[in-house]
C-alpha cells in the first residue's frame, strides 16, 4: 500500500494569526499530487487550528472560522482517500469522530499513527496554559505586535525542538515505547514540526514534519517494497 502522511498545517481563520502560510491553489495542486500517487492520505493531527478563537477555550469557533477561511481544503479533506486522526490543536475533531490513533496492517507491516502530543508534558499536566499560549499569541499578532510574537515562537522552537542525538530524544524514545506497546512495525507522528526517520530495535519511527508557514512536507510510504522517505 502507497501512503502519504502530512499533519501540523494550522490551517486557521484566514487572518493576520493564521500560520498556514500557503495559497490555497498551491496546496490543492500540492494534494493533487498526493492523490495521484498515493492510495491513502493520513492527516495526522492538527489539520485545523482551533486554538485562535476569538473567545478563549472556544475550539468549535475556531473550527468553523478556519473551515469558513478554507471552503476548498475542507471539502477536500471530506474525501475517502483521506483519513484523519486529531491532535492536540484540533482536538475539537474527536467529537465528529476523527481518532487519536489509527492502526493499519499492510502488505504484513503493522503501522501505527498518533499525532504525539501525548507525551508533551505541558499538555498531559496542564493543557488550559498550553492553549491559553496560544490564544493569546494569536491576539498579540492580531493587535499588531508579530515580532513580539515571533520571539515568543522562536524560543518555543529553540526549548521545543528533539536533541541530534537520538538517544537524547524523550519523544523518539516515547514513540518506539508506544510501537512496542501496540506491537506496531512502524511508528508515525507529528507534533514537534521536525521531519525525521529512526530505527531501533527493529522499529521504525517516522515524523511527517509540518506543512505550515509555508511548508511542504510529507511522509512516503510503501509498505510493499518497505520503502518510507521524509520528503521536503
Known sequence: ???AVISDLHLGSGD???NFGHSELDFIRFL?????DFDLIILL???WETLTSHRLFDAREGLRRAREAHPALASRFERSQYLYVHGNHDLIAAREGAPSEL??????VRLLF???HHHDWLIRRARWLSESMVWLGAWVRRFGLSAFYRLGYLLDGALSRPPEQSFKDTFQAWAFSLARLKHADVVVTGHTHVAMRSERDSRLFLNSGSCSEGNFSYLAIDTKSNAYQVCR
Not at 32 to 36: I, S
Not at 103 to 108: K, M, Q, R
Open 103 to 108: 492502526v493499519l496492517n499492510a502488505d504484513g
Open 114 to 116: 498518533t499525532h504525539g
Open 32 to 36: 493533487a499530487r498526493l492523490e495521484r
Open 45 to 47: 493531527g492538527d489539520v
Open 1 to 3: 500500500m502507497n501512503i
Open 16 to 18: 493576520v494569526a493564521d
